[in-house]
Structures are given as structure tokens and as C-alpha cells.
């Protein structure tokens, strides 16, 4: 059996289970880190990895489409690894694979624009939320306009929406901060500048541009959940990182900043039904692990801890790296030996089992010539002959057939007889002693080349072979 590869499907197979892989790989990796800024850019080169690698696999499956309209390579022989996953495919559905792969094509595509409409919706909503929004109140300008200052930040806007349930921030070259309107009866003005340090953070940070490429990086790969999982753990590490840098500049304040989620929480459950576009930077903020967080203050870790972290990390990456091209999907149909190839073998056996036939008739026919008899009990001649039978059709020519051609089968007895044993007109090199066996072969090819001939045996013109074995 030889095994058709199907190189798109392969190549597409493994960009999947390599991806899926990668997310485990920093998974453990984000787990082993510490700080949540670490966390985050980690998710953001898995995100940047992934998507490069399947752009990569979609263009070489494209351009093996293009070589060969089935999308299947040459017939090979050689077994994949064992390593390798490999997936059997019936050989009936070759015909089915190049259809296949363009409707799988065209459904990607759909899914593709479907999320390119869903990140274009979200962005008109994004700017009808801005067009209503409204100029913050001089106090909390004046409040943010300090704090803009302390961190360096400048182009930076403040504006206030009724009905918004929590802050958010947008753009990146001309940023705007987006308050909810009437925030300061729940909080007081330390708890205000919190919320705005977490805010100017996200500009800082660049986290509406980060939340934009991951949005183009999940049309891409809208179908694997790989993708969703890590988008969820970078919106998680994104926050907490902010959280981490509001306290590092706010000493003192990890309880009182806790308290200041807790009561933004609270405030969204209680009647505030506008939720604020995706795009703005608290959507799922995650209110409830945060204030945990922040609560359960951990310890900074030991020289020792850290170099053990270090060195699971090296030792996750090693397997990586090693398991790699196991991470590898084999697709093949096994397809059944050619047409081509039965023939070969038909005209291979015939020739064989019919001499050891005739050898059989010739010597029951003449037991004076010396030789045995040959029986029935000769398993390696039973064995020629039922092979002889199970290839005797021939696909290619019908005249390979030997049930059928008279004509091609007196041609190939003649070949044979036209040996040096049995034909008259080439000497035959004298034997150092007599043997049964040749004996018998040299009486069997003789009947051969006379049944060839189209004489019998009581005909007088016997060849050399025949006069020298009667009295």
C-alpha cells in the first residue's frame, strides 16, 4: 500500500496543534512569573507568535494549492514518525479533498470578515459614546490635569458620561479618559485619584493599542480557543498591572484602593445599565479577582525561588523546543497498488506458472525419460500457480492476459524455448554429470518448445534435446 500526502491540510494541522502547544507553553510560563507586567507582555508575544506562524502556514498551504489543483503531493512509500500524529483518510475521498478545502477556505473567510464588521460596530460605538460624552467638571479637571503632569503624560483628555458604569480610557495618539458622571458621591478624592492614576496608566501603557492588534490578531484566529483563553489572561494581566503601578506610586493605599474597587462594583450593581463600549479599557475588569489581589499582598520572592522559576522556565522552553517537530499532523490516503503494478506482476507469474504447469503434464506424460514424477505435493509449484491465477487479469493489455490470448501466449513459449538447452541452432556446453532434476527440466522445456511449435510428441522433428534423451 503507498500513502498520498495532502500537504494544505498537513501544513494547516500543524500551525493548530503547534499554536495550541505555544498557549500551554505560556501558561506555565505566566504562572512561573511574578508581576503582572511580565504576565502581560508574555500573552502579548504568544499573541504577535501565533499569528505570524498561521499567516505563514496559510500562505504555504495557498501555494501548494496552486502547484496541484488536488492538493496532494507525490505518492510516497516512506512511514511518518511514530511521533507524529497521523490521520488516515480512505482513498475513495480523493476526489472530495480540493472541494473540501475550498469550502473550508471560503467559511474561513466569512468568519474573517465577520470579525473585521464586529471590530468596525465596535469602534462606531466607540465614537458615538465620545460624541456624547461631555466636558468633565473644573474640580476633576484640575484633578487630572496634576496627575497628567506627574506622570508625564500629555495630549491627554478628560470627559464625563451620564450612565456610564465605570471609567475607560481610548485612542492612543490623542487619548481621552471617560469618567462616569456624578462618581464623586461614592467615592472621596484620594479614592478619585486612584481611579484616575489606574486610567492615565492604560495611556501610559499603550493598552488601547495592545487591545487593538489583539482584536485583528482574533480575526485570524477566531476558530481556535487557544486565542480566546489568551485574550482572556491578557485582559486579567493588563489590569492587575495597572493596579500594581497605582500602588507602587501610592504607598499606604492598598486597602483603601481595594475599598475604592469594592465601591465601584457596587455602584455598577445597583442600577447603572449603560456598560461601557468594549474598547474602553475596564470592560471586564475583572472587580472581584482584582480586590483579592490586592487584599492577599504577596511577599517578594527570595533569590532562591527566583532562580528555581528561572530554571523551570528554561527547562518549559527546552521541552518546547524538543518536542517540536512532533508537533506535526500527517494526513494521508492510502491508496492500493496501480493498475500499472498488477499488470507487471501478471506478466512476471504467467510465463512461470505455465512452464511449471507443462513441466508437471511432461513428466506424468513421458515416464521413460528417467526423471521422477513429479506430484501434486511440490508446495513451491502449487504456490506459482495459485499467484499465477490471482494476478492473471491485466489491466493495461489484454493480450497480458493469459486466459484469454492464445496468440500472445505461444509467443511467450517460444521465447522460452529459444534457450540454449532446447533450441537446435545454439550449441549447448557439454555437463560435467547427469541429474535428475536437469533431466527432467530439459524433457520439460523440449515439450514446451513443441507445444510452442504447435507439434506433439509423436512428431519426428524432435529437437537436439529430445534425440539424446530416447533409446
Not at 471609567?167 to 464623586?184: C, F, Q
Request: proline share 6%; glycine share 6%.
Amino acid at each position: 500500500m503507498s500513502s498520498i500526502h495532502v500537504p494544505a491540510i498537513e501544513l494547516l494541522g500543524s500551525a493548530v496543534i503547534r499554536i495550541l502547544a505555544a498557549y500551554m507553553l505560556f501558561y506555565a510560563l505566566a504562572h512561573l512569573a511574578s508581576r503582572a507586567t511580565v504576565r502581560h507582555i508574555l500573552w502579548l508575544v504568544f499573541l504577535a507568535g501565533s499569528s505570524c506562524y498561521w499567516v505563514a502556514a496559510m500562505r504555504g498551504a495557498i501555494n501548494v494549492q496552486r502547484v496541484t489543483s488536488l492538493a496532494v503531493l507525490a505518492s510516497s512509500r516512506v512511514s511518518p514518525s511514530k511521533s507524529v500524529t497521523t490521520l488516515t483518510i480512505p482513498h475513495t475521498w480523493i476526489w472530495g479533498i480540493g472541494p473540501a478545502l475550498a469550502f473550508i477556505f471560503w467559511i474561513y473567510a466569512a468568519g474573517v470578515a465577520a470579525m473585521l464588521v464586529r471590530i468596525a460596530w465596535r469602534r462606531l460605538r466607540l465614537r458615538e459614546v465620545v460624541s456624547q460624552a461631555r466636558l468633565a467638571a473644573p474640580e476633576l479637571e484640575a484633578i487630572f490635569v496634576e496627575q497628567c503632569r506627574r506622570l508625564k503624560i500629555s495630549r491627554c483628555r478628560i470627559l464625563e458620561l451620564s450612565g456610564l458604569s465605570s471609567p475607560g480610557t481610548a485612542y492612543v495618539w490623542n487619548p481621552l479618559v471617560i469618567m462616569p458622571e456624578g462618581l464623586d458621591a461614592y467615592l472621596d478624592y484620594e479614592q478619585i485619584i486612584d481611579v484616575l492614576y489606574h486610567e492615565l496608566m492604560h495611556v501610559k501603557r499603550l493598552d488601547f493599542l495592545w487591545s487593538a492588534f489583539a482584536d485583528l490578531v482574533a480575526c485570524l484566529l477566531f476558530f481556535h480557543p487557544a486565542l480566546w483563553l489568551a485574550l482572556r489572561n491578557l485582559g486579567r494581566d493588563r489590569e492587575l498591572a495597572c493596579d500594581t503601578a497605582v500602588m507602587e506610586l501610592r504607598q499606604g493605599r492598598r486597602q483603601d484602593y481595594a475599598l475604592c474597587l469594592t465601591r465601584m462594583a457596587r455602584r455598577r450593581v445597583l442600577g447603572f445599565p449603560v456598560e461601557p463600549p468594549n474598547d474602553l479599557a475596564l470592560l471586564n475588569s475583572f472587580l472581584t479577582f482584582r480586590v483579592r489581589t490586592l487584599l492577599a499582598e504577596r511577599r517578594r520572592r527570595g533569590p532562591v525561588v527566583r532562580a528555581m522559576a528561572t530554571v523551570a522556565s528554561a527547562g518549559a522552553l527546552f521541552l518546547f523546543a524538543a518536542g517540536w517537530p512532533s508537533l506535526t499532523l500527517a494526513v494521508k490516503l492510502e491508496v492500493a497498488a496501480p493498475p500499472v503494478m498488477a499488470a507487471a506482476r501478471s506478466v512476471v507469474l504467467q510465463p512461470s506458472a505455465r512452464r511449471m504447469g507443462m513441466l508437471r503434464q511432461r513428466a506424468a506424460v513421458h515416464p521413460e525419460t528417467g526423471a521422477p514424477q513429479l506430484s501434486g505435493k511440490a508446495p513451491e509449484l502449487d504456490e506459482a500457480v495459485t499467484q499465477a491465477a490471482a494476478f492473471r487479469y491485466s489491466p493495461v493489455d489484454p493480450s497480458l492476459d493469459g486466459g484469454t490470448s492464445h496468440e500472445s501466449e505461444s509467443g511467450a513459449m517460444d521465447k522460452m524455448s529459444r534457450t540454449p538447452g532446447n533450441d537446435p541452432s545454439v550449441p549447448t556446453p557439454a555437463h560435467s554429470g547427469p541429474s535428475w532434476k536437469k533431466t527432467a527440466g530439459a524433457a520439460a522445456i523440449g515439450a514446451l518448445g513443441r507445444v510452442a511449435a504447435g507439434r506433439r510428441d509423436g512428431d519426428g522433428g524432435g529437437d537436439a534435446d529430445d534425440r539424446t534423451s530416447k533409446p
